[in-house]
């Protein structure tokens, strides 16, 4: 029984047993517009809840994805980046962007279930 | 301040634009379709772009205007036929920007197109240079519609006929729904195109023809990527106050006839024209992926930085990261290797020619 959870930063992570597959959310890549760059963390890396985790460029801008839990990165998708147009295509599935063996469980708790996380989408769009 | 609207303000929403400030104007950054599919689509058909945000300056009366107007702009407008167009400056004494602009001929004194960010200041200086002598008139009345791309010519000839024979960098006017316009083959895309002036009572059904014909509204995102795959200069990124047009690589827009005649920087531009520039405007070609934004540091192979990107995307066109920046004059050769730092990192580079897309101008008789 796989569990999905949704963070403020606009990140979705599906949990798996250890492992946790997280990609960014449709209402980011709408916001985001266009993909045209992806870069993922380091195979083997460890990466700490809230840090950044690799950056998502569209025509217009940089910004950051950051991770909603702690880990170590035991995947990351190259799909994505060798063409980044499947982030704006199929950002919540086949567009995951890097798998962890997560660190605390716990860390899920704090995050938001999809009912809680399409209401503050849409509080906080424009 | 309020924000100002376009008389295209309700097509825009119409069309399902995402609006946002820019220079005082709430203008369409896309539209539904986004960037990348804006800008092929102004590429493989045509683009309606609006651009009535930019100043639309009418200067008129007295015969010596010609005179007295090239002692502020380095363009020979005593060979300016009416009707023909000049890309030119408006500089400091320092031989800064102050704003690019185009000048064009017209039946009873010239028209000049201004940016919009720099235009009521632009008016101001341009009016104190002439000593009030001329009439002046910043027209907020007209609307300026930019079609853009090879079917340009065939839908703008749909709704305004006879408008196809017009050459590159000339106008005319014509007539729309019995009133006056003004067209210029003309555009910043790297594409064929036209500029129309028309009423702003008159604008919105006039774009809507246009699109009834095959064309689509385009967005400020897509409209930059165009410009800077066709290496145009964008004013308050590549061009400043502190950068000449030498610097800047628009020496092909300082005519040779000018070069000994006094205008406002002429003496600066004398020089660098003899002694040469420390830096200078380059196309930059990303090795990787990677995309190097506007103020990314640029270094040499001995990790020195010598210069800055002042524009950077994606060329959807080209389907690479562009760019273009000023290094230090001694690495302004075409495939020089440079570095781009990218978040703390050293991204491989190379100095290249611009356009990164080739143009695909209506050449005339005259000579940009």
Avoid at chain 2, 84 to 105: E, R
Avoid at chain 2, 338 to 364: D, H, M, Q, S, T
Wanted: glycine residues 8%.
């Amino acid at each position: 029984m796989s569990e999905v959870k949704y963070s403020k930063e606009h990140e979705w992570i599906k949990l798996d047993g250890e492992e946790a597959t997280i990609g960014i959310t449709k209402h980011a890549t709408e916001m985001l517009g266009d993909i045209v760059f992806a870069e993922l963390p380091e195979k083997g890396s460890n990466v700490d809840k809230d840090g950044t985790a690799g950056v998502v460029e569209s025509t217009k801008a940089a910004s950051d994805v950051y991770t909603p839990v702690s880990g170590e990165v035991i995947d990351t998708n190259q799909m994505i980046v060798d063409d980044p147009s499947k982030i704006n295509e199929d950002p919540e599935e086949s567009a995951w962007f890097f798998k962890l063996k997560i660190k605390d469980k716990s860390e899920m708790d704090s995050l938001m279930s999809k009912e809680e996380y399409e209401k503050f989408a849409k509080e906080t769009s424009v | 301040m309020n924000i100002k609207k376009t008389s295209l303000n309700n097509l825009h929403i119409k069309y399902g634009a995402k609006l946002v400030e820019f220079a005082g104007y709430q203008m369409p950054i896309q539209y539904k379709d986004g960037i990348i599919q804006e800008h092929k689509y102004t590429r493989s058909h045509s683009g309606i772009f609006d651009v009535s945000h930019m100043g639309q300056l009418f200067i008129s009366g007295g015969d010596d205007l010609t005179n007295d107007l090239e002692k502020i702009f380095p363009a020979d407008l005593k060979k300016l036929k009416t009707n023909q167009s000049k890309y030119s400056f408006l500089m400091n004494n320092k031989g800064g920007i102050q704003d690019d602009l185009i000048i064009t001929k017209t039946s009873d004194g010239f028209l000049i197109i201004l940016n919009a960010a720099c235009k009521y200041n632009d008016y101001e200086v341009i009016k104190s240079k002439l000593d009030n002598q001329y009439k002046l008139n910043l027209d907020e009345s007209l609307s300026l519609i930019a079609l853009q791309g090879p079917e340009a010519k065939n839908v703008l000839n749909k709704v305004i006929p006879g408008c196809d024979s017009l050459k590159f960098m000339n106008g005319n006017n014509y007539v729309y729904k019995n009133e006056k316009v003004y067209i210029t083959r003309s555009g910043y895309t790297g594409e064929d195109g036209f500029e129309i002036s028309i009423k702003n009572s008159d604008a919105e059904t006039f774009v809507e023809s246009l699109i009834e014909n095959g064309s689509k509204l385009i967005g400020l995102g897509a409209r930059d990527t165009l410009r800077m795959e066709a290496g145009l200069c964008l004013y308050g990124n590549d061009l400043d106050n502190d950068t000449s047009p030498i610097e800047a690589n628009l020496k092909w827009a300082i005519p040779k006839s000018r070069i000994e005649t006094e205008f406002v920087g002429s003496e600066v531009l004398k020089n660098q024209f003899q002694r040469g520039v420390k830096k200078l405007r380059v196309g930059i070609k990303p090795d990787s992926k990677v995309i190097a934004r506007g103020n990314t540091k640029i270094y040499n192979d001995k990790n020195q930085e010598i210069g800055k990107v002042t524009s950077g995307t994606f060329g959807p066109s080209v389907e690479h990261p562009i760019a273009m920046g000023y290094v230090d004059n001694s690495y302004s050769t075409v495939n020089t290797k440079i570095f781009l730092e990218v978040r703390g990192k050293k991204i491989p580079a190379n100095i290249c020619n611009l356009p990164f897309y080739k143009k695909n101008y209506v050449k005339g008789e005259i000579n940009v």
